[in-house]
């Protein structure tokens, strides 16, 4: 997406810590998203964060949010080989109805 | 729990044909959104509606048309296909003004030969 950046991969070990960056661009998002993307499938929303938060922790996912330098992380703490897949952040845009504007996407790795 | 419905889930059409997609959002869902995402591309949307209006409109071709029918379901239909349009198309939904999420359905894949 050209205005979200994402590094394009990302190979850990089993049991190992992830951590996907994003950079976007709109500070008056409000809210910001991680979607995970298995081979063939469709869009799952994994977790979201309010801008006025700085962290959210969910079972094995933490985010962190640096609204200052627009920049998000996914945490993917004891990472799977069921964890392998693409990683999308996205804002949302365009006023009441929130098209959503994805990153490039981060090809994740789990090996053994 | 219901979730959003696409059809066909594969299509293949030759250049120049028509194809039109099927998107049924999830029970009392009012705004739908369609993406495309090409080949290890990032989703990037078209269209959405919401109460059957044109919300929002995106990188949709002048070739392409959709519309949100009184029972919510939306089509999108796309004329003189071209190689390009090979791609995933995702229908998503989502609830009433105010709700977060959009969930998307499991796409459909068209493939132009």
């Known amino acids: 997406g050209e205005d979200v950046e994402q590094s394009l991969f990302l190979s850990v070990r089993e049991g190992d810590s992830s951590v996907i960056n994003c950079t976007y661009t709109?500070?008056?998002?409000?809210?910001l998203y991680w979607y995970k993307q298995e081979p063939g499938a469709g869009l799952q929303l994994l977790t979201y964060?309010?801008?006025?938060?700085d962290m959210k922790q969910d079972q094995r996912l933490t985010v962190l949010l640096n609204k200052k330098d627009k920049h998000l992380s996914l945490r993917i703490a004891d990472t799977q080989t069921g964890d392998s897949a693409i990683y999308f952040c996205?804002?949302?845009?365009?006023?009441?109805?929130?098209?959503?504007?994805f990153g490039a996407g981060t090809r994740l790795a789990v090996h053994p | 729990a219901a979730g959003v419905i696409q059809s066909p889930r594969h299509l293949i059409k030759e250049k120049r044909e028509t194809a039109t997609l099927k998107c049924y959002p999830i029970?009392?869902?009012?705004?739908v959104y369609w993406y495309q995402q090409g080949p290890g591309q990032d989703p990037q949307f078209l269209i959405s509606?919401?109460?059957?209006?044109?919300?929002d409109k995106g990188s949709i071709p002048d070739r392409f048309s959709a519309q949100q029918f009184s029972d919510y379901h939306s089509e999108l239909n796309m004329s003189s296909l071209e190689l390009g349009d090979s791609a995933l198309y995702f229908c998503?939904?989502?609830?009433?003004?105010?709700?977060?999420?959009?969930?998307f359905g499991p796409g459909t894949r068209l493939t132009v030969l």
């Open positions: 709109d500070s008056s998002s409000t809210y």
């Open positions: 964060i309010f801008s006025n938060m």
């Open positions: 509606f919401y109460e059957k209006m044109q919300s």
């Open positions: 996205a804002e949302p845009k365009g006023g009441g109805y929130n098209k959503l504007i």
């Open positions: 998503a939904s989502s609830a009433p003004r105010g709700e977060l999420e959009q969930f």
């Open positions: 029970p009392r869902h009012d705004t």
